[in-house]
């Protein structure tokens, strides 16, 4: 008798725990906290272009522009992108961007590596000269392969487009790997997404490769020793850098010393003029910077609208009335306005002055497909002419 | 009957059969980790009543072992029933009841850690302040009411009920959602222009979600994504895509960092509505756990062997204020140094490779945490006490001889 | 004369310890005292000698090198590859067995050994197939894969040596370090004026930038680093590698006196000068202690007598001279081989606490750090309990068994050192303190009482099966020393897993986290708890009990040695892929001993004629 409440006094709160605890895990919960600012500030200048959460430490600095119907992925830590592709009927291809160092190992034994990879046998050295076609990567002219392998099916083969170039250090492989059909038909993205990339400055730090013991940067076993022809091996800095303080391997495309220190401005992949600070953009603009000097402050904006956005006189009266002039006709725009040569396309440049309240507005528009980039120089009158012709050069230099 | 059962209950037989099958659960358990993956197997094995398996590919399953809860609770019957059955003073059984009295209490106090413990990080950067830590693996989708401009109220509901799908009410919100569809992990693409399908506000105007299988990789994580849709009665307020990947900043930057400026501009701005004249903000985000009090990174030190990748040590110094108290004030927290503040515990747990400015910290609430150490406290010494006592015995056994 | 012979034998064991210490000829090139310079590798300051020893087992899987007029010791290799590479390049140190490997490299099948120069030939291929197989897991390479990029590392590694002290095909170092200092100013100006596209001195540009690249590429494989702080005040831990520092110099710096001592060093060995040499290694000494690096002289000092004392390896040698004189004296039933058995296995005992000691000392760390002294305490903790057995019963058991399991630990020590360095820094999270320390002694010991009371199960089975030899009195005494065994076995296994869940509640906040080494260890303690149950409840009985013992050593040596194989979890440290086969091998040698312990009792040899004693 006694055992038996011994049994069930035990038993039951054991149990009721376990309900009670059990049963919270699903519930909606309400709470109030401070106020917090759900708006950020994502970075325009990505300090590791294309990395994922898996980017690990020094990541090249590579940026392109994803085809519609590229999904992103995590990726290994090997690679600097890694995407997929799907078609309607299932299949997916796989797309993969890895730096290695140096020259990556020699032609012949890459493509032999990616023909074993789909099934295919080996070839020799005059074959391959006949298997390359020629690609545009990063502006830099890149070999290209297009391999169709055999599966186990006739119908769903794999189908390999290999690309690769060396910039710097570095060899860039880029890869698009799946089903015979979906891959052919992704081919003329895949050319596209590869004419998208940019590389900009600074010296990538490169994937070891997961080759064991080999530190980064290791040439191969076989190349031991030879010293480098007349010339600073490749990256090495100027020899009187700095006090002692560049590091010896520092990328060339650095200036350690003298009175203009260029910043890489990855946007558009060029160099900001001197005195120029990029501040984060107002609602509509893509970009902005600031040119203080002396007490003056002048602003550069670069917005993008679709179409036409009402044509260039709308605008130029817009603008005109922003730094408070009269009104055109179209005769005295086309009066003012000259054309101006950017990137193999016609642009339109004008030069506005208040002469009474010192403001000056030079703008530039430049149509593109299916809509049209504004470039806006606007600020007090004599620095903003001492800025013009470095706002010429900006824009020509942009991509 | 009851008497039978008892006896069942408090057998030796049940005692040994329970360790066998025991030892055969824990090693399945870590065999199945090499394939699903530490959490899953976990969850799969050890916090469940029956362990299941079906064929690849078959929609029907067998249980195949009992699992970790109804093995530990059987225990737990099994030895508070023998010690109950055989519970008497004396000097010989005396180390034993103590032994069996501390694993009891281990295994409660186990479980009762498995249901009341929550474990969570905080990522903290330098001179950026945070009162809340994170739970990486459950995420919550959340209703934030943001017209009052002091606080915002937020309505969290637990991933697991996205799953469910359906509807959710809730008296803290004046509408209903209705969840279209739930991806436990995703990757995102663009389309701009819409991906197509009904959803077209907020980011969904750029970006597709598309399914992907889970995780089994340890360092690896899902990101969810859902679409919900909004209803007023029946009245469509909206619907809108929501994911880790645009929620969380790492992952929002690395898709601004491919898009352009206007795809960026979109993935900063919060995704809201209006509804019953108050505005609203939804987003679907790791569960967050507030705190009345923040921490502040001040400096963190991390140094490495020289040489070598190995880390040697680190530490943070962070700050603690707590506004309703106006207390204030530095505290160093490093490898077995926690911070032990309102019934949690705050460990340096890691750092991130790519930013030397930012700690992570794990935060763990475990209102059971004496239990093991009270536990292993009373099996020693009943174990020592027995061993000492056999010792005894046999010595004095041989020196008879 | 019978109550001598123990003590015979141990004296003459003990001498040949203590002979194996001495230097032997004085080697006229102070090979010892090079020995001794520390340097910087894997974050901890070790002397050169532990450097050459851990290539040289990576490489060859020995630390000698077989030559024309003796043994070559890893640092005369070591010296040897770093200053006369021609010479080094054709000693037979890389071990290759794969046949398809030597296919693929075109090497004669009939020796074990090969050359580097027998390995020229097959570089391109390496590192072409070293790259393809780089990028393949691990865990879906094949044999050929993994051997292929076991000789790529070797290879790696051997090239890497070779740039330590000087650029591989340096000739007079010393003189050439001076020229480069000479030549850095015109060479800076020259490089400077060139950039500027005017005219420079063409003469010191192309000198400067033949020096640089020779250094550039012995920075790119620096593998230690052996220049010490100049000002150990701002640093102890800021030493450099010689072809970083000689880098550096160009910029404005100095040349770092060490360097000079390190280049006279290299040159006058690759001259045969054992003078200079000599010289240069007493003055780098002289300059370590006025600058007050006194630490990291006697710590090289020091773990150059470690390594010097070989104590396991000698520990082993007498453990297995100790099994068989103790088998032997089962068969004739002589005390005095017994009594000889027992004295020697104090011996090899007392060794491998010393060496254990020294590595104490050596590393600041509890006994136990990584798989590798985890083997070794193993042993230890196995020895000395079957020596406390053998001055209980005096019958044999004891000794057998701790010679048995020291040895067997021992060489499964030895083939984890093969590796790499034993010794190397753990990660943050495993800084000592008392709960760590505590919990891996404890539950080691665990471990040790498991496989002892396995052990001694399956003599049991071995003796009651095959022989006659298991009478009743020696099944009474086997089956108390395996039940009071298995119970201590139980206390220490679970009281250091426990231990280890407080440890990591302290650590991270969570005591229990289902990593395998944490499951391991609860498998062990369920299967302890699950025998001594059984046994009291009557479900088994004698032969029961053994039985279960030894599936306790399948279960040991899974939670010890299989979840590392799992490569998942907290816990996962290192890959064994040789381990594998030889850890499935055993399970399956306990479980063909257990099949033999299921025979009906009659079939056993000792209780055919005798009256059973109860099964």
New interface residues.
Partial sequence: MI??I??RG??TP?LG??FA??CQ????????????D???????A?A??????N???G?PVV????P???????GDP?RVGS??V?NAAGNSADVSVIPLAGTG??DL?NVN?WRGQVGLEPITDQELAGLWEKAELGGLSARLVDLVGKGEKPESSPHMLAAMTTSGNTTWFFKMVGEKDLVAEQKPAFLAFLKSVQFTSGEPAVAT???????A??????G??A??A????AG?P?????????K??APMGEAVSGSAPAVGNATTGVTLPVGWAQQP?K?M???RYVIKDGGHEAEVSVT?LDGDAGGPLANVNRWRGQIGLGQFSQDDFAKIATSLEVGGTKATLVDLVNEAQHKRLVAVILPREGKTVFYKLVGEAALAQGQKEAFVKFIQAAK | MIRSVFDSLASLKLTIGLLCAGTVLVFAGTLAQVDMGLYAAQNAYFRSLLVYWGPQGATWKIPILPGGYLVGSLMVLNLTASLIKTFEFSRAHFGLMLSHGGVILLLIGQLATDMLAVESHMRLGQGRPSNYSENGRDNELVLVDITDPKQDKVVSIPEGRLAQGGRITDSGMPFTLRVLEYQRNSTVGFQMGGGGGSVTNGVAAFLRFQKEAPVTKLEARDIPAAAIEVLNGEKSVGAWWVSGWVEEAQLAQSIANQAGPAVKRLLEQPQTFQSGGRTWRIALRPMRFYKPFSLELVKFTHKKYSGTEIPKDFSSRVRLRRPDTGESREVLIYMNNPLRYAGETFYQSGYDENDPSITILQVVRNPGWLTPYLACGLVSVGLVYHFIMHLLNFTALRRKR | MKKWIPWIAVLVMAGWVISTLSPGHPSAYRIREFGKLPVLLNGRVQPFDSMARNALLQIRGRQTVPATNGTLSATEWLLEAMTKAEEADGRKVFRVDNGELLALLKLPENQKYYAFNDLTNGLAELDREGKRIGEIEQANRTVFEKQLMMLFNKLALYHRLKNVLQYEGAQSFGQELEDYVKVIPAGVQAEKARSENKPYDKAAFDKLISYLSHYDFMNRLSYAMILPPSEPGQGRDKWSGAGQHLMDVVHGGELHPVMRYYANIATSFERNDPAEFAKSVVEYRVWMEQRGLTAELAKGSREFRYNDLQAFYKALVIYVLALVLACLSWINGAETLRRSSYYLIVLALILHTVGIIFRMVLEGRPPVTNLYSSAVFIGWGAAVLGLILERMFKDGIGCVAASAIGFTTLIIAHHLSLGGDTMEMLRAVLDTNFWLATHVVTVTLGYSATFMAGFLAILYIIRGVLTRTLTTETAQALTRMVYGILCFALLFSFVGTVLGGIWADQSWGRFWGWDPKENGALIIVLWNAAILHARWSGVVRERGLMNMAIFGNIVTSFSWFGVNMLGIGLHSYGFMDAAFFWLMAFIASQLALIGLGCLPLSRWMSFRDAPRPTP
């Avoid at chain 1, 895990?25 to 917090?36: D, N, Q």
């Fill in positions: 055992d038996r011994k049994y035990v038993l054991l725990l376990c605890l059990g895990r699903s519930e909606v919960g309400t709470y109030v906290v401070p106020k917090e759900a708006t950020r500030t994502l970075a325009s990505p590791a272009g294309g990395a994922d959460m980017a690990g430490a990541q940026r392109w522009t994803l519609a119907g590229w999904f992103e992925r995590q090997m995407f997929a799907t190992g020699n034994g590596r490769g997961g080759a064991g013991a080999l530190p940067g290791h040439p191969p076993l076989e031991a020793g010293p480098t007349a010339g600073l091996p090495h100027p020899l009187d850098a700095g006090a002692g303080a560049a010896a391997l953009p609602p603009q893509s970009s993008e």
